[in-house]
């Protein structure tokens, strides 16, 4: 059975950094291709990055690009997102997900998602 655990979020000060983990398990995840999407209050589940499952090639939000970094390490079956230099408007649920299909800005392209973790970027 398919399961991906997030972890490392929680409350910070604008300026500050988190890194969130995400444990995949039950399926080849070293293989698939792996997400983040967060999900603010009243708003719509949106893309942040994304990496091929080679890790060579990762993808951004033009909003995140420059101070979130994606990366994984296939061996502990993880995949991590560096966040730095978090700004208020960061504050969202924050959503790891991987397909065996490759890597996509589109949420309906992802098969498995785990259950999310609070990030919370006071001003």
């Known amino acids: 059975q398919a399961h991906l655990e997030e972890s490392g979020g929680g409350l910070v000060h604008a300026g500050g950094s988190l890194r969130l983990s995400c444990v995949a398990s039950g399926r080849p995840f070293s293989r698939y291709a792996m997400g983040w999407f967060r999900q603010a209050p009243g708003e719509e589940r949106e893309f942040v990055a994304a990496i091929s499952w080679s890790g060579a090639y990762t993808y951004y939000a033009d909003s995140v690009k420059g101070r979130f970094t994606i990366s994984r390490d296939s061996a502990k079956s993880t995949v991590y997102l560096q966040m730095n230099s978090l700004k208020p408007e960061d504050t969202a649920v924050y959503f790891c997900?991987?397909?065996?299909?490759?890597?996509?800005?589109?949420?309906?392209?992802?098969?498995?998602w785990g259950q999310g973790t609070q990030v919370t970027v006071s001003s």
């Open positions: 997900t991987g397909d065996p299909r490759g890597t996509s800005y589109s949420q309906n392209d992802y098969m498995y």
